[in-house]
Protein backbone atom coordinates (compact mmCIF):
# COMPACT_ATOMS: atom_id res chain seq x y z
CA UNK A 1 0.00 0.00 0.00
CA UNK A 2 1.17 3.05 -1.09
CA UNK A 3 2.23 6.10 1.50
CA UNK A 4 1.34 9.63 1.36
CA UNK A 5 4.67 10.69 3.24
CA UNK A 6 7.08 13.05 1.23
CA UNK A 7 9.64 11.38 0.39
CA UNK A 8 12.22 11.65 2.84
CA UNK A 9 15.99 11.60 1.89
CA UNK A 10 17.27 7.64 1.51
CA UNK A 11 14.13 7.88 -1.19
CA UNK A 12 15.11 11.26 -2.99
CA UNK A 13 18.95 9.51 -3.29
CA UNK A 14 17.11 6.48 -4.85
CA UNK A 15 15.70 8.72 -7.24
CA UNK A 16 18.96 9.99 -8.10
CA UNK A 17 20.60 6.75 -8.65
CA UNK A 18 17.40 5.95 -10.86
CA UNK A 19 17.93 8.62 -13.00
CA UNK A 20 22.23 8.54 -13.20
CA UNK A 21 21.60 5.03 -14.18
CA UNK A 22 18.91 6.11 -17.40
CA UNK A 23 21.21 8.71 -17.91
CA UNK A 24 24.07 6.74 -18.42
CA UNK A 25 22.38 3.92 -20.30
CA UNK A 26 21.91 6.27 -23.31
CA UNK A 27 25.51 7.17 -23.51
CA UNK A 28 26.59 3.46 -22.84
CA UNK A 29 23.81 2.45 -25.70
CA UNK A 30 24.81 5.33 -28.06
CA UNK A 31 28.37 3.98 -28.15
CA UNK A 32 27.26 0.19 -28.62
CA UNK A 33 24.83 0.48 -31.03
CA UNK A 34 28.41 1.64 -33.11
CA UNK A 35 29.10 -1.84 -33.15
CA UNK A 36 25.74 -3.71 -32.90
CA UNK A 37 22.82 -2.99 -35.11
CA UNK A 38 19.85 -1.56 -33.12
CA UNK A 39 17.18 -4.53 -32.89
CA UNK A 40 20.12 -7.24 -32.99
CA UNK A 41 21.17 -5.06 -29.23
CA UNK A 42 17.91 -4.78 -28.23
CA UNK A 43 17.37 -8.75 -28.00
CA UNK A 44 21.22 -9.12 -26.47
CA UNK A 45 19.73 -6.58 -23.60
CA UNK A 46 16.46 -8.75 -23.09
CA UNK A 47 18.05 -12.22 -23.54
CA UNK A 48 20.40 -11.44 -20.85
CA UNK A 49 17.40 -9.44 -18.58
CA UNK A 50 15.42 -13.01 -19.09
CA UNK A 51 18.46 -14.82 -17.92
CA UNK A 52 19.02 -12.96 -14.83
CA UNK A 53 15.12 -13.06 -14.44
CA UNK A 54 14.51 -16.36 -14.95
CA UNK A 55 14.73 -17.91 -11.23
CA UNK A 56 12.22 -15.12 -10.00
CA UNK A 57 9.42 -15.16 -13.16
CA UNK A 58 6.11 -16.45 -12.22
CA UNK A 59 3.09 -17.60 -14.23
CA UNK A 60 0.33 -14.77 -14.94
CA UNK A 61 -3.47 -15.37 -13.89
CA UNK A 62 -4.27 -17.04 -16.84
CA UNK A 63 -6.67 -13.82 -17.92
CA UNK A 64 -3.84 -11.92 -18.34
CA UNK A 65 -1.79 -13.90 -20.88
CA UNK A 66 -3.33 -11.48 -24.03
CA UNK A 67 -2.82 -8.61 -22.41
CA UNK A 68 0.71 -9.51 -21.20
CA UNK A 69 1.51 -10.81 -24.70
CA UNK A 70 0.58 -7.42 -25.93
CA UNK A 71 2.58 -5.13 -23.77
CA UNK A 72 5.53 -7.69 -24.64
CA UNK A 73 5.03 -7.18 -28.37
CA UNK A 74 4.64 -3.20 -27.98
CA UNK A 75 7.12 -2.25 -25.40
CA UNK A 76 9.41 -5.45 -25.77
CA UNK A 77 9.63 -5.42 -29.51
CA UNK A 78 8.49 -2.58 -31.14
CA UNK A 79 9.19 0.73 -28.42
CA UNK A 80 12.74 -0.48 -27.49
CA UNK A 81 13.80 -1.67 -30.49
CA UNK A 82 12.28 1.92 -32.20
CA UNK A 83 13.95 3.65 -29.86
CA UNK A 84 17.43 2.17 -30.22
CA UNK A 85 17.11 2.86 -33.79
CA UNK A 86 16.39 6.27 -33.33
CA UNK A 87 19.51 6.42 -31.43
CA UNK A 88 21.58 4.65 -33.51
CA UNK A 89 20.60 7.29 -35.94
CA UNK A 90 20.40 10.33 -34.16
CA UNK A 91 23.65 12.83 -33.98
CA UNK A 92 23.05 13.54 -30.66
CA UNK A 93 22.04 12.22 -27.00
CA UNK A 94 20.25 15.18 -25.95
CA UNK A 95 16.99 15.27 -28.53
CA UNK A 96 16.13 11.49 -28.12
CA UNK A 97 16.54 12.18 -23.99
CA UNK A 98 13.99 15.15 -24.37
CA UNK A 99 11.70 13.89 -27.14
CA UNK A 100 11.29 10.40 -25.21
CA UNK A 101 9.46 12.02 -22.47
CA UNK A 102 6.62 12.69 -24.66
CA UNK A 103 5.42 9.60 -23.55
CA UNK A 104 3.92 11.88 -20.43
CA UNK A 105 1.28 13.87 -22.44
CA UNK A 106 0.70 10.85 -25.05
CA UNK A 107 -0.21 8.32 -22.31
CA UNK A 108 -2.23 11.11 -20.70
CA UNK A 109 -4.02 11.73 -24.52
CA UNK A 110 -4.66 8.08 -24.82
CA UNK A 111 -6.24 7.87 -21.53
CA UNK A 112 -8.58 9.94 -21.81
CA UNK A 113 -10.04 8.71 -25.72
CA UNK A 114 -9.98 4.88 -24.49
CA UNK A 115 -10.17 5.13 -20.71
CA UNK A 116 -12.37 8.19 -20.62
CA UNK A 117 -9.79 9.57 -17.77
CA UNK A 118 -10.52 13.12 -17.85
CA UNK A 119 -8.37 16.06 -17.50
CA UNK A 120 -8.36 19.81 -17.17
CA UNK A 121 -7.43 23.19 -18.80
CA UNK A 122 -3.70 22.83 -17.03
CA UNK A 123 -2.99 19.50 -18.09
CA UNK A 124 -4.63 20.31 -21.74
CA UNK A 125 -1.99 23.25 -21.69
CA UNK A 126 1.02 21.55 -20.31
CA UNK A 127 0.22 18.52 -23.33
CA UNK A 128 0.05 21.28 -26.02
CA UNK A 129 3.24 22.81 -24.41
CA UNK A 130 5.52 19.86 -24.15
CA UNK A 131 4.21 19.15 -28.07
CA UNK A 132 4.43 22.36 -29.62
CA UNK A 133 8.38 21.89 -27.44
CA UNK A 134 9.06 19.08 -29.62
CA UNK A 135 8.09 21.25 -33.22
CA UNK A 136 11.12 24.02 -31.63
CA UNK A 137 13.47 21.32 -30.93
CA UNK A 138 13.13 19.97 -34.13
CA UNK A 139 14.41 23.24 -35.87
CA UNK A 140 17.56 23.16 -33.96
CA UNK A 141 20.59 22.32 -36.62
CA UNK A 142 21.45 19.28 -34.32
CA UNK A 143 18.10 17.65 -35.05
CA UNK A 144 17.71 18.83 -38.12
CA UNK A 145 20.65 16.62 -39.63
CA UNK A 146 18.87 13.65 -38.75
CA UNK A 147 14.90 14.32 -39.01
CA UNK A 148 14.31 10.31 -39.71
CA UNK A 149 15.77 10.25 -35.70
CA UNK A 150 13.29 12.41 -34.59
CA UNK A 151 10.61 10.97 -35.71
CA UNK A 152 11.76 7.43 -34.92
CA UNK A 153 11.96 8.55 -31.14
CA UNK A 154 8.18 9.67 -31.42
CA UNK A 155 6.95 7.07 -32.62
CA UNK A 156 8.72 5.05 -30.04
CA UNK A 157 7.53 7.26 -27.56
CA UNK A 158 4.24 7.25 -28.70
CA UNK A 159 4.85 2.52 -28.29
CA UNK A 160 5.78 3.15 -25.02
CA UNK A 161 2.21 5.08 -23.96
CA UNK A 162 0.03 2.60 -25.44
CA UNK A 163 1.91 0.67 -23.36
CA UNK A 164 1.99 1.99 -20.28
CA UNK A 165 -2.03 2.60 -20.47
CA UNK A 166 -2.08 -0.89 -21.69
CA UNK A 167 0.00 -1.95 -18.68
CA UNK A 168 -2.71 -0.22 -16.24
CA UNK A 169 -4.92 -3.13 -16.85
CA UNK A 170 -2.51 -5.87 -16.14
CA UNK A 171 -2.93 -7.77 -12.31
CA UNK A 172 -1.31 -10.35 -10.38
CA UNK A 173 1.77 -10.17 -12.17
CA UNK A 174 4.52 -8.04 -10.28
CA UNK A 175 7.52 -6.32 -11.31
CA UNK A 176 9.95 -9.20 -12.38
CA UNK A 177 7.81 -11.27 -13.84
CA UNK A 178 6.48 -8.53 -16.06
CA UNK A 179 9.90 -7.38 -17.11
CA UNK A 180 11.43 -11.12 -17.56
CA UNK A 181 8.19 -12.44 -19.79
CA UNK A 182 8.69 -9.05 -21.92
CA UNK A 183 12.31 -9.97 -22.56
CA UNK A 184 10.75 -13.71 -23.09
CA UNK A 185 8.16 -13.00 -25.46
CA UNK A 186 10.63 -9.91 -27.08
CA UNK A 187 13.69 -11.85 -27.95
CA UNK A 188 12.58 -14.08 -31.08
CA UNK A 189 10.32 -11.62 -32.41
CA UNK A 190 13.47 -8.87 -32.12
CA UNK A 191 16.49 -11.45 -33.60
CA UNK A 192 13.59 -11.88 -36.62
CA UNK A 193 13.13 -8.45 -37.63
CA UNK A 194 17.26 -8.06 -37.30
CA UNK A 195 18.07 -10.98 -39.96
CA UNK A 196 14.95 -9.25 -42.19
CA UNK A 197 16.31 -5.32 -41.75
CA UNK A 198 19.91 -5.58 -40.01
CA UNK A 199 21.74 -7.75 -43.48
CA UNK A 200 25.13 -9.10 -41.50
CA UNK A 201 24.09 -7.78 -38.09
CA UNK A 202 25.00 -11.50 -36.58
CA UNK A 203 28.54 -11.13 -38.02
CA UNK A 204 28.76 -8.00 -36.72
CA UNK A 205 28.00 -9.28 -33.32
CA UNK A 206 30.71 -11.68 -33.07
CA UNK A 207 32.80 -8.63 -34.04
CA UNK A 208 31.64 -6.80 -31.14
CA UNK A 209 34.42 -5.41 -28.18
CA UNK A 210 33.81 -4.88 -24.85
CA UNK A 211 32.17 -1.70 -25.87
CA UNK A 212 28.91 -3.31 -27.37
CA UNK A 213 28.80 -6.36 -25.01
CA UNK A 214 28.97 -4.30 -22.17
CA UNK A 215 26.61 -1.91 -23.27
CA UNK A 216 24.17 -4.37 -24.03
CA UNK A 217 25.06 -5.16 -20.25
CA UNK A 218 24.63 -2.34 -18.76
CA UNK A 219 21.05 -2.03 -20.48
CA UNK A 220 20.13 -5.28 -18.69
CA UNK A 221 21.71 -5.60 -15.08
CA UNK A 222 21.23 -1.50 -14.33
CA UNK A 223 18.18 0.30 -16.71
CA UNK A 224 16.47 -2.76 -16.45
CA UNK A 225 16.80 -4.44 -13.20
CA UNK A 226 18.40 -1.47 -10.79
CA UNK A 227 16.51 1.02 -12.40
CA UNK A 228 13.17 -0.36 -12.64
CA UNK A 229 13.20 -2.25 -9.73
CA UNK A 230 14.24 1.10 -7.71
CA UNK A 231 11.54 2.93 -9.48
CA UNK A 232 8.74 -0.53 -8.04
CA UNK A 233 10.02 -0.01 -4.58
CA UNK A 234 9.67 3.50 -4.77
CA UNK A 235 6.04 3.46 -6.17
CA UNK A 236 4.84 0.84 -3.66
CA UNK A 237 5.84 3.75 -0.88
CA UNK A 238 4.65 6.66 -2.61
CA UNK A 239 1.99 7.38 -5.02
CA UNK A 240 3.49 7.63 -8.94
CA UNK A 241 2.73 10.91 -9.13
CA UNK A 242 4.77 11.88 -6.55
CA UNK A 243 7.83 10.44 -8.08
CA UNK A 244 7.21 11.42 -11.37
CA UNK A 245 8.15 14.63 -11.17
CA UNK A 246 11.90 14.44 -10.22
CA UNK A 247 12.19 11.39 -12.80
CA UNK A 248 12.35 14.46 -15.02
CA UNK A 249 15.98 14.51 -13.83
CA UNK A 250 17.12 11.76 -16.39
CA UNK A 251 17.21 13.46 -19.29
CA UNK A 252 19.09 16.51 -17.79
CA UNK A 253 21.75 14.02 -16.93
CA UNK A 254 21.43 12.47 -20.67
CA UNK A 255 22.13 16.19 -22.36
CA UNK A 256 25.08 16.80 -19.67
CA UNK A 257 26.84 13.48 -20.44
CA UNK A 258 25.88 13.85 -23.85
CA UNK A 259 27.40 17.68 -24.22
CA UNK A 260 30.63 15.56 -21.80
CA UNK A 261 31.25 12.46 -23.70
CA UNK A 262 28.89 12.95 -26.93
CA UNK A 263 30.36 16.14 -28.47
CA UNK A 264 26.69 17.50 -28.35
CA UNK A 265 26.62 21.24 -28.99
CA UNK A 266 23.04 22.20 -28.45
CA UNK A 267 21.61 25.03 -29.84
CA UNK A 268 19.30 27.49 -28.65
CA UNK A 269 16.38 26.28 -30.45
CA UNK A 270 17.09 22.60 -28.49
CA UNK A 271 17.41 24.43 -25.18
CA UNK A 272 14.22 26.11 -25.85
CA UNK A 273 12.02 23.23 -27.09
CA UNK A 274 13.68 20.89 -24.45
CA UNK A 275 12.51 23.04 -21.38
CA UNK A 276 9.03 23.25 -23.35
CA UNK A 277 8.94 19.00 -23.61
CA UNK A 278 10.26 18.91 -20.33
CA UNK A 279 8.22 21.91 -18.49
CA UNK A 280 5.14 20.32 -19.91
CA UNK A 281 5.34 16.95 -18.57
CA UNK A 282 6.21 18.71 -15.26
CA UNK A 283 3.20 20.35 -15.01
CA UNK A 284 1.10 17.39 -15.90
CA UNK A 285 3.27 15.20 -13.05
CA UNK A 286 2.33 18.00 -10.70
CA UNK A 287 -1.31 18.23 -11.97
CA UNK A 288 -1.40 14.45 -11.17
CA UNK A 289 0.37 14.91 -7.83
CA UNK A 290 -2.15 17.56 -6.72
CA UNK A 291 -5.27 15.01 -7.54
CA UNK A 292 -3.31 12.08 -5.56
CA UNK A 293 -2.76 14.38 -2.76
CA UNK A 294 -6.76 15.61 -2.77
CA UNK A 295 -8.35 12.36 -3.38
CA UNK A 296 -8.45 10.96 0.49
CA UNK A 297 -10.06 14.50 0.99
CA UNK A 298 -12.41 13.72 -1.46
CA UNK A 299 -13.36 10.12 0.09
CA UNK A 300 -13.52 11.50 3.03
CA UNK A 301 -16.84 13.81 2.19
Known amino acids: MTSRASLGGRDLALLLVICLVWAVNFLTSAFALRE ?16 LLAAFIKPPPRGQWPRLAAVALIIGVLHFGTSFWALHMAGDLASPAIVMQ ?51 MLVAALLLAIGTVLMRGLSGIDMASQQGW ?53 VQRHPVAQVT ?4 LSPMFAIALGIAFWGDHPGPKLWIGGAMVLGGVLLIALRALAKARALPAAEEI
Open 36 to 51: IPPFLFTAVRLAMLAV
Open 245 to 248: PYLL
Open 102 to 152: SYVPMAALLAWLFLGERFGWRTGFAIGLSFAGVLVLGFDPMVLDHPAALLA
Open 182 to 234: TAILSVLPLLALSALFEPGSFARLREASWIGWGGALYAAVFASLVGHGLYYRL
